[in-house]
């Protein structure tokens, strides 16, 4: 059992330890399909919900509300931290490409609405919303990655960034997630998050910091990854899954493409120890999703 050096040794982040052992990003987004963002200033502490300065007992309602809805509740604020007289609350449903914004007079009403109530949340259009994970107190990475990121970004698209709590693969950082879709992009750099964006304003997806879709469970998005790289497509809805079967460290996935299909034959293969998070006490092997052969049909 191999334990973790201090804290303050930036040069044992778990980000640079995913990079030095180049840690395929492809199929490594979690699978989420509805996203409640709530807008909040902080300080958020280490549990998003639970630790956050919000009044007393709303964490656990908004963490109920979580478990009723299936979504994830994600605290976000603007990198500015300005702050507006009520709270904005986005509501989507990244398997429809749906979106929807509220504005409500008080935080405390969040948990009586549902992120699968489209009447409480009216449909936007236009601009997309883009989430940078800078949650500093569950990992120094989301912190040290993801703020400059966020700033960066948000100097050419301010109306579209928002920092968020966690989002998923903090050794991933800087982490930007793309809504409605759900698109997750990792080790994404400051210079880079504008273009990122950009990109997806025009349809593509920037495939260098790809890592998946959350509608899609993270075999379907590493065959999805793969299949863009083998033929560069780069369009957001170029390549979707028509069919998928998995047995245990095997799937097959099935993708529609702009002319015909690709069959995928996968693995799980095993990478080499590792600490998953800054603050985990021990190495565990991380698992990555391997395309291991391909079917076109035209």
Known sequence: MTRRPPLGDRED???????????????????????????????????G????R????????????????????????????????????????TADGWIGRATLAAI??????????????????????AVVCTHGRRDACCAERGRP????????????????????????????????????????????????????????????????????????QAAEAAVRTRLGIDGIDDVRPASYERDGARATVTLRLPSGQARVELGREELAPMRLTCAAADEQRPSTWVARSFEIDD
């Open 13 to 47: 982040r778990c980000a640079r330890r995913s990079e030095a052992a180049a840690e395929p990003l492809a199929g490594t987004a979690s699978t989420i399909r509805r996203w409640l963002l709530v807008e909040h200033p902080g300080p958020w502490g280490r549990d």
């Open 49 to 52: 919900l639970l630790d956050a």
């Open 54 to 93: 919000l009044p007393d007992g709303l964490g656990e309602r908004l963490r109920e509300l979580e478990r009723r809805a299936g979504a994830r509740v994600l605290l976000v604020r603007r990198p500015s931290r300005s702050l507006g007289a009520a709270t904005t609350c986005i509501a989507v449903d």
């Open 108 to 129: 405390e009403e969040v948990p009586e609405l549902h992120p699968a109530d489209r009447g409480a949340f009216p449909a936007t259009a236009g601009s997309p919303v």
């Open 149 to 220: 990121l966020a700033a960066a970004t948000a100097a050419r698209f301010p109306d579209a960034v928002w920092e968020s709590t966690h989002v998923g693969g903090d050794r991933f950082a800087g982490n930007l997630v793309i809504f409605p879709e759900g698109l997750v992009f990792g080790r994404v750099a400051p210079a880079r998050g504008a273009d990122v964006i950009e990109a997806y304003t025009r349809g593509s997806i920037a495939l260098d910091e790809y890592r998946g879709r959350t509608s899609e469970p993270m075999p379907v």
